[in-house]
């Protein structure tokens, strides 16, 4: 599977859309790391670099979001197949 260069911003834009759906919130911040998962006073939140390049926060958001467990969540073929192959990448 190959994302094309100009779909990575849409990409981005659909996984912030199911982080939402499946409860965790999705933070941009600046600072000398890569992001990921954690648990924030009991609420779920994802960093990510907004520093960082698009395709880095693409697979940092797929990762984290594949770590929070996407096996019972309804997912188009096509999403499931990016979070899966994104987050084997890290």
């Not at 670099?49 to 467990?69: C, F």
Request: aromatic share 6%; proline share 1%; glycine share 6%.
């Amino acid at each position: 599977m190959k994302i094309k260069q100009k779909e990575f911003e849409q990409v981005l834009e659909d996984l912030k859309a199911l982080a939402a759906q499946m409860g965790a919130k999705v933070r941009f911040e600046r600072g000398d790391f890569k992001g990921g998962y954690c648990i924030i006073k009991e609420n779920k939140v994802i960093v990510l670099n907004k520093l960082s390049n698009v395709h880095r926060k693409v697979v940092t958001l797929a990762a984290a979001l594949y770590e929070l467990g996407i096996d019972d969540i309804y997912l188009t073929p096509r999403m499931r197949e990016i979070i899966e192959e994104l987050s084997e990448s890290l």
